[in-house]
């Protein structure tokens, strides 16, 4: 009977201690913040291929959607490539983490980008990526594309006339990525020969495409490959930005005639001009996020024209008078880009349904709170386009297209997100635009079409394509 006492005794001490024990950690972990709701996933990977896996199946916005439901509509915690990150969702999210950048958040990429884009200064890609931003600013406001719109529209013209013109099916994701790249190496590095850029389109292929895959830097891997297409891609990029000096030097190349021009001539606060591998980094760079997101706007632009016959009418209606107001041989100017307003409305629709960029990771630079939880230095933020894009909250209807969304002042701040936001906003904004409108122009004033695929799978891989690269029976308007 004593041992029973002793037994009930210790028992009841240790209820006591166990109680004093959790208010104790209750109340030190609400005076210092609690993490977010969320899981971590399995070991090492997380919640990684959930997360690319709802991408590869058509559906990158059920990982978010999933989990706001579950934890939080605000902001969840997760695990994602090796490292601790919180999801923060909707409008307020995109607001704090747009405008906290280097306050309390800083932009963030996967170490194994500093492999594929190395800096000959031994840099990190986020040191070199704030460069960049200092630089491009002048080269791609309005004001000063409007001289290269022209350029665009000779490019669109020969474009179509090559790659469209007389065929009865064409794949329109592989011509649009041609178009776009083009466009990038001609206004870029001035290189318009077809040939000379072929040569440049499948090592970016394999660039791109070991960008977003497993960093395991083997023979045969696609990231060794894409390592192996940047280093050829540098060199030859070396080769122009030398014959460019001797060009600039000798008065047979512009000072404003392209980006590669801008940069040679465009010193740092201290003075200093880039070195060449340091030109040639950025040049790769820009000409990667020069036109994969513009090419899957446009291939969604054709889908999106085809399923809706009353908004493709509406877009050939506006593009059409613009057409009939040209003079022969006129190019379009900027007055013309302006009258483009329905046509870029149905543009923003179809990256609001179909995002280029799904969203973006930045990472925490001290600890700080949000929406009453703690966050933690050094853990990894990332924002979703589709937690605002996709969200009856900010848009009525969200899966019903509607262009007429963006019409007087647009979606509320925020919300609209399909290039980023705040100081990290895509400094290549207007530069889609025009490329997005004028290939559009050149597209509705030849074609009506049909999707040969009618319910053709949609593979998020990281940017929306068409499984099969969207193939199409084209219906010329002058047969």
């Known amino acids: 009977m004593e041992s029973f006492y002793v037994s009930l005794i210790g028992l009841f001490v240790s209820l006591v201690f166990l109680s004093l024990n959790f208010i104790f950690y209750k109340n030190k972990s609400s005076s210092s913040g609690m993490f977010p709701p969320g899981k971590t996933g399995w070991p090492v990977v997380g919640e990684t291929l959930e997360f690319l896996t709802t991408g590869w199946k058509g559906h990158p916005e059920k990982f978010i959607f999933d989990r706001m439901t579950k934890y939080s509509s605000k902001v969840f915690r997760t695990h994602l490539l090796g490292e601790k990150a919180a999801v923060l969702c909707g409008a ?43 630089m491009l600013p002048n080269f791609l406001k309005p004001e000063a594309l409007q001289r290269y719109i022209g350029i665009m529209d000779h490019i669109a013209q020969r474009h179509f006339a090559d790659d469209w013109e007389n065929k009865n099916e064409i794949v329109v994701f592989p011509l649009a990525k041609k178009f776009t790249f083009w466009l990038a190496c001609r206004l870029f590095v001035s290189v318009e020969d077809p040939n000379h850029v072929a040569k440049f389109a499948d090592p970016f292929d394999l660039l791109a495409s070991g960008l977003i895959s497993l960093p395991i830097d083997l023979p045969g891997t696609p990231f060794n490959r894409a390592i192996k297409a940047s280093n050829f891609i540098r060199k030859e990029l070396v080769a122009i930005i030398k ?15 392209d980006i590669l021009s801008h940069m040679l ?19 790769l760079g820009l000409l990667i996020g020069g036109h994969d997101t513009a090419s899957s706007a446009c291939t969604f632009i054709v889908k999106f024209l085809a399923e809706l016959p009353e ?39 179809v990256m609001r349904l179909a995002p280029p960029l799904q969203g973006a990771f930045r990472e925490a630079i001290t600890d700080f709170m949000y929406n009453g939880f703690k966050i933690p230095k050094g853990w990894k933020l990332y924002w979703s386009a589709n937690s605002t894009h996709r969200n009856p909250e900010f848009f009525t209807e969200p899966l019903k297209f509607d262009p007429s969304r963006f019409e007087g002042s647009g979606p509320a701040p925020y919300t609209f997100v399909p290039f980023g936001g705040g100081p990290r906003m895509c400094p290549g904004k207007e530069y889609a635009r025009l490329e997005i409108l004028v290939f559009m122009h050149h597209l509705v004033k030849r074609f009506k079409w049909d999707k040969l695929i009618p319910d053709e799978k949609i593979v998020v891989n990281p940017m929306p394509i068409p499984a099969k690269g969207l193939p199409v029976r084209l219906y010329p308007h002058n047969a």
Not at 99 to 125: H, I, R, Y
Not at 243 to 257: C, F, I, V, W, Y
Not at 311 to 316: F, I, K, L, P, T
């Open 92 to 134: 307020a999210g995109n607001k704090f983490l747009f405008s906290n950048e280097n306050k309390l958040v800083q932009a963030w990429w996967p170490a194994s980008f500093d492999k594929v884009f190395p800096s000959s200064n031994q840099t990190s890609s986020k040191e070199e990526a704030i460069k960049m931003r200092k």
């Open 265 to 283: 001539l465009t010193s740092d606060e201290n003075g200093k001009f880039m070195h060449e591998l340091d030109i040639a980094d950025k040049i």
């Open 243 to 257: 014959q460019r000096k001797l060009d600039l030097a000798e008065g047979n190349a512009s000072p404003t005639q």
């Open 311 to 349: 908004v493709y009418e509406g877009v050939y209606k506006e593009q059409i008078e613009i057409a009939n107001s040209k003079a022969p041989g006129e190019l379009l100017n900027w007055e013309d880009i302006k009258k483009m307003k329905y046509s870029w409305n149905v543009a923003c629709e």
